[in-house]
C-alpha cells in the first residue's frame, strides 16, 4: 500500500470530486481561495498524508498543493493531477504572496483550527486580502457525509475492533489490571493489522467505570465489579468506536439495574435515528427514558458523536445539536449512567444514518458479559 492509500483509490471518492465540490462552495460564499493546513482536511481531499503542507483551493475549480522537498516527489506520485497541481516550495507564504498577486485575491477562507501564528504570517504575506473568513464548515460538512467506499471502510474497522475485543475478553482474568487489559487490546489491534488505536482505549474497572473518560491504572479485577472498555481501530485512516461492559461474577443489583436502563435507552435511540431528525430529537428518546427511570443527572454527556477520518467529527447526537442527519452519515449512539464511588455502564454502537433507519456496524452482542475466571 502506498502513502496515498486505498481511501484515494475509491471508485466514488476521486479527490477531483471532492475539491471540486468544495471550490464550488468557496465560489458561492464569495472566496477566492480556502488554505486548508489541517493534515485530517488536506488527506481527505488529496488522498496524500503529510505531516507538512498546504493546499490551496481556489474558487475557479483549480487547487495547489505546496510541499517541502520530504513530500514533493511522493506528492506528485500519489496526488492527482486533476485534483491538484504539486509544487515545491521553500517558504509557503512567499509562495502563497505569489499566488495572490496572479490571482488578485481579496477574500480569503481559512480553517479554525489553524495555529494563530501560521495565520499571522500568512495575512503578514498577503496584505492586499482584506477579509479572511473562518471556513472550515464546508469541509467538516462534506466530511460528514460519508460515500459508499468510506462505508465499507468504517464497515471493516467495525468488525476488526469487534475481533479485537471478542479475543481480548477471552483472555481477561482476575487479578489482572487496567493496565494488562489494555495490553492485550493493543497487541490484539496489532495483530489483526489494523493501523492502531483510533484513541488511547479506556480500560476501567469498579468505581473508576464511573469517570466516563478515565484514565487507565493498574487497579486489579476483583470479583463483583464492572469492567467497562471503550476502544476504537484505525483501518486505512479510517476510525471505529465502540463501548461495552463486563460484570466480573454475578453483577450487584444495582449495576444489573443500571445495565438493563442503559441497554433499554440505547435499543431505543437506536429506533429513532434517521435522516431528517436533529441530534437533538434523537438525543432525547434515550435521555428522557433514563430520566424517568430516575438516573437523569448521571447521564452528562452526549448521546453520540460523528466518526470517520477523527474519532469525533460531525454531525453531534446531544441536547444543544439542531444538526439534521442524512444519508450516509455515521455516528454513535452511547448512553451511559455513571454512580460515584460505584460505577458506571456505557454500551456504544456505530451506526450508519438510513432514509428509514439506520445500519447498526457494531456486531459485539450486547447481551451482559459475565467473567467468572
Known amino acids: ?52 503542507g498546504l493546499l490551496v483551493v481556489h474558487g475557479d475549480g483549480k487547487a495547489e498543493f505546496l510541499a517541502d522537498f520530504r513530500y514533493v516527489e511522493m506528492a506528485r506520485k500519489d496526488i492527482d493531477p486533476a485534483a491538484a497541481r504539486v509544487r515545491l516550495f521553500q517558504d509557503a507564504p512567499r509562495s502563497l504572496g505569489a499566488m495572490a498577486k496572479r490571482g488578485k485575491w481579496k477574500r480569503v477562507g481559512f480553517e479554525g483550527s489553524i495555529p494563530v501564528a501560521q495565520l499571522h504570517r500568512f495575512k503578514k504575506a498577503l496584505p492586499g486580502v482584506g477579509w479572511w ?17 468510506e462505508q465499507s471502510l468504517i464497515r471493516r474497522a467495525a468488525r476488526l475492533g469487534d475481533e479485537a475485543f471478542k ?40 468505581s473508576n467505570a464511573s469517570k466516563p473518560h478515565a484514565h487507565v491504572t493498574r487497579r486489579p479485577l476483583r470479583r463483583g465489579q464492572v469492567l467497562l472498555i471503550d476502544m476504537g481501530v484505525v483501518l ?4 471505529s468506536d465502540m463501548t461495552r461492559v463486563a460484570f466480573l461474577g454475578k453483577p450487584s443489583a444495582t449495576m444489573r439495574k ?9 435499543l431505543r435511540a ?79 454502537d456505530m451506526v450508519i444514518v438510513r432514509r428509514d433507519g439506520c445500519e447498526i456496524l457494531t456486531q459485539t452482542p450486547k447481551d451482559p458479559i459475565v467473567l467468572e475466571g
Open 236 to 239: 486505512d485512516g479510517y476510525c
Open 1 to 52: 500500500m502506498t502513502n496515498r492509500s486505498r481511501v484515494a483509490q475509491g471508485a466514488d471518492l476521486e479527490p477531483a470530486q471532492r475539491i471540486g465540490r468544495l471550490s464550488r462552495r468557496i465560489a458561492k460564499a464569495g472566496l477566492d481561495a480556502l488554505l486548508v493546513v489541517h493534515p485530517v482536511n488536506r488527506f481527505y481531499l488529496t488522498g496524500f498524508r503529510s505531516t507538512e
Open 133 to 149: 473568513v473562518e471556513s472550515e464548515k464546508p469541509i467538516l460538512d462534506l466530511r460528514a457525509r460519508k460515500s459508499r467506499f
Open 270 to 348: 437506536l429506533d429513532a435515528v434517521r435522516a431528517g431528525r436533529t441530534g437533538r430529537q434523537v438525543d432525547a428518546v434515550a435521555r428522557r427514558y433514563v430520566e424517568r427511570k430516575g438516573y437523569g443527572k448521571y447521564f452528562g454527556h452526549g448521546l453520540g458523536h460523528g466518526v470517520g477520518l477523527e474519532i469525533h467529527e460531525a454531525p453531534r447526537l446531544a441536547k444543544e445539536s439542531g444538526e439534521v442527519l442524512e444519508p450516509g452519515m455515521i455516528v454513535t449512539v452511547e448512553p451511559g449512567i455513571y454512580l460515584p464511588g460505584v460505577g458506571g455502564v456505557r454500551i456504544e
Open 167 to 206: 479475543r481480548t475478553v477471552a483472555e481477561i482474568e482476575l487479578g489482572m489490571t487496567e493496565w494488562d487489559v489494555r495490553r492485550i487490546l493493543r497487541g490484539w489491534i496489532d495483530r489483526l493489522d489494523a493501523e492502531g488505536e483510533s484513541f488511547g482505549c479506556i480500560v476501567s474497572v469498579g
Open 258 to 266: 443500571i445495565y438493563d436502563i442503559v441497554h433499554d435507552a440505547q
